[in-house]
């Protein structure tokens, strides 16, 4: 896949475990990936006279780590975050990670991290400072209004906390579908991808919303009700970006 927005440089602070939170079973995820699937979204949109901020939702968000490096990344871009996961073990992470595009939460981060260098003095507690001050100055620069973190089966129906919300229709859902050895579908569903995106759907608009699903190549990223607008390929991964076809 080429490049077309994200820059290739060190992004080193948003290193999970350093500042943001880690979960065990969480899988990882490439920043500038992340970085330049949300800005094709940005793209997408503006295009079709569609201009920020925007709401973006994330169904199946895990420790909400792709979420919150897209806040801080693009949080001037963004202004309502809504994250869901069936794991409610996992929310909790995804709770405290999103603290980290509000100000009070990255305030009690940076407090955490000095009493432990303080009472440690490891350098990587000084390093995780320095990267804290840094995505500090990132989160100062955003207009994020709403961040909203729910448990919910996408496979089954619209979570009623996105449809019900000021923000409906959501300009953007981006999702790291479960695949491989550290996350899989815990839907009963037999096409659980297919599901979650006819769930979506009656939160969209077409020409105003955009969805960009990553999976594995073995995911045949199709929907009769979307028009597929790209199709891009990243090591092991493949990128979908799906618009909803109009009535």
Known sequence: MEY?????????HFASGRVLYNAKGAAPFPVRLADEIVQRCFH??????HSGPYAIYDPCCGSGYLLTVIGLLHGAQIRA????????SMLETARRN????????MRARIEQLRELYEQYGKPSHAEALESAAMLDGYRACGTVESIEMFPADITVGSPEAVRDSGFCPVNIVIADLPYGHLTGWQS????PAARMLDSLFPLLRPGA?????????????RHERYRRIALLKAGKRQIALFEPKGC
């Open 44 to 49: 997408y949109l503006e295009e079709r006279g």
């Open 81 to 88: 975050v809504f994250a869901s996961d069936i794991d409610e």
């Open 98 to 105: 999103l603290s980290l595009l509000t100000a009070e939460g």
């Open 4 to 12: 077309r927005f994200a820059t290739d440089e060190p992004r080193g």
């Open 188 to 191: 009963g569903s037999a096409d």
């Open 209 to 221: 919303s955009v969805i960009a699903l990553i999976s594995d190549k073995s995911h045949k990223l």
